[in-house]
């Protein structure tokens, strides 16, 4: 009896004195400057600490109502995880200047779930020489000044084939939902650039992406969140299986595409697309960087991933936005008429030419950013808004709120793309873009927002050029809901064309002409 007594006694005074020390090291070597206090934390539940406020469904909402409440930087915790959230644009201002480096990587780690298994995923990869090789090869090859202005005629091709549509169903006066078209707008768009010939439409290739990038868009809140949990309670998720499945569909669809690309590695073709790049790099044995093949696969997803729905979700919120302001239609619809004229299809060379569609669009995408939320890690400790940041803190930014903080933005609830059009210093223009955040900011912001910006504004040129759009109701609803990460509309938005020009048929003959010239 007296030995179990003496046992008990010593392994709980191993005990307390392992707690002790622990955290005494805690103290020593991991404690916040004594100046700068963690932020202020809104009331936590025990054990799972603020989980339970990032599973609304409206979280950019109920994240910026609780900002409002207890200020624009907050320290959260779910489980044993740290989190800071961001939403002021002073703060995301100064993160963004002073600190970019320091929050240069994603929060996702490389898991089963960053898509591919044995490869990082370009989105979620840290800021190493893997993120920066295909950095360098997307810039080169699809999304900077002379890759864009290389892959024109595959846009304008598309671009023509998008009115050819809505004019097709203008005829037949049918509805048209305006976020499925756009969809189908960006996806071929994407899959043509990414893939070129390799992508028929008689095998509906375009559309099985489209139907997985949809169910990879549900699943991305559910990825995010577990990223965000303790290894043990990942290994218990109830969305392997149904993630696992959408891969094994990705990957199947892509690895023959990959094998059609070989195939054909010697015959006369249009030039290269990004996928025969490569898989030049793949058989490289002196690349920069040695990828494999589930490294172009994982890429091709992210491009899909990011290219297609980022951007129509935009349009359909933007030509929304349009209908519930004549005015604004009005001012657009003239631009267009002056600098375009009516004979001719807007193309994206006319861009820089009408400043009022670029503020429109703008404006639409300040007040609904395609993804609300966005993610990044702490590298070290750093001193933000007056508060401590300790390293290894995930870093949520409400972008949402962010672009609609009062203190910075007039009257900024309200759609008024007059505010862009206004006359900026360099000083003034560089500290916007700081705060201005639709596609994140800083060295892992969206590296193809110019691309996004193509598509958004040619699109939205187009539907205003050529079309009245009928609506059965007053006002379009505005209400907002959220699909996996995504911010789209609760009621979709659903409007008949009616072809604007006095002969339709002359301008529709006149876009194929151009697209049967260019090839």
């Avoid at 780690?109 to 090869?137: C, R």
């Avoid at 789209?488 to 064309?497: D, F, R, V």
Wanted: some cysteine; aromatic content about 10%; overall charge neutral.
């Amino acid at each position: 009896m007296m030995t179990t007594i003496i046992l008990d006694f010593q392994k709980c005074f191993i005990f307390v004195f392992l707690c002790f020390f622990s955290l005494l090291c805690y103290t020593i070597f991991f404690r916040k400057p004594k100046d700068f206090p963690l932020p202020p934390s809104p009331p936590s539940l025990p054990i799972i600490g603020h989980l339970h406020l990032l599973l609304s469904v409206l979280i950019h909402r109920s994240l910026q109502k609780l900002s409002s409440k207890y200020g624009s930087i907050l320290y959260l915790r779910i489980f044993s995880c740290p989190i800071v959230l961001v939403s002021s644009a002073s703060v995301a201002h100064e993160i963004f200047r002073a600190h970019d480096v320091n929050f240069s990587s994603r929060g996702f780690p490389p898991t089963e779930a960053s898509l591919f298994a044995g490869s990082f995923s370009f989105i979620s990869s840290p800021n190493g020489d893997y993120w920066k090789f295909m950095k360098k090869v997307l810039v080169t090859n699809l999304v900077g000044a002379q890759a864009l202005k290389r892959s024109q005629r595959v846009r304008d091709d598309e671009l023509g084939r998008f009115y050819d549509n809505l004019l097709e169903k203008a005829e037949k006066k049918e509805t048209v939902e305006i976020f499925e078209e756009a969809m189908k707008f960006t996806t071929n768009n994407i899959c043509k650039l990414i893939m070129g010939r390799c992508c028929p439409e008689e095998e509906g290739v375009v559309e099985r992406f489209k139907g997985l990038v949809t169910e990879l868009e549900v699943l991305s809140k559910t990825i995010m969140l577990e990223s965000l949990l303790p290894p043990w309670l990942q290994v218990l998720s109830l969305f392997k299986k149904e993630v696992k499945v959408l891969l094994n569909s990705f990957n199947e669809l892509l690895e023959k595409i990959l094998e059609e690309h070989e195939e054909k590695d010697g015959e006369h073709h249009h030039g290269k697309d990004l996928m025969d790049v490569l898989l030049a790099a793949y058989g490289d044995e002196n690349a920069e960087y040695k990828i494999t093949r589930n490294h172009i696969k994982s890429f091709c997803v992210d491009l899909l991933f990011a290219g297609t729905t980022t951007p129509a979700l935009p349009i359909q919120w933007i030509l929304a936005e349009i209908i519930n302001c004549p005015k604004t239609l009005e001012r657009l619809r003239g631009e267009l008429d002056s600098v375009v004229g009516t004979t001719r299809l807007i193309q994206e060379t006319d861009l820089p030419n009408l400043p009022y569609l670029q503020a429109v669009v703008k404006e639409g995408l300040r007040l609904h950013p395609p993804e609300p939320i966005f993610e990044r890690f702490s590298q070290e400790g750093c001193r933000v808004g007056g508060f401590y940041v300790p390293e290894k803190t995930t870093l949520i930014v409400n972008a949402y709120a962010v672009m609609r903080d009062p203190n910075y933005w007039e009257d900024p609830d309200e759609f008024k793309p007059e505010r862009f059009l206004d006359t900026w210093k360099d000083e003034e223009i560089k500290e916007q873009a700081l705060k201005y955040i639709s596609f994140g900011s800083g060295r892992r912001s969206c590296p193809g927002e110019n691309l996004s910006h193509i598509f958004i504004g040619t699109a939205i040129g187009v539907m205003v050029q050529g079309f009245e759009w009928r609506f059965k109701e007053e006002k379009v609803n505005m209400e907002e809901t959220i699909v996996g990460l995504s911010l789209t509309m609760a009621h979709p938005l659903k409007l008949t064309p009616i072809a604007r020009t006095p002969n339709p048929l002359v301008l529709n003959l006149k876009s194929r002409f151009m697209t049967f010239q260019k090839h």
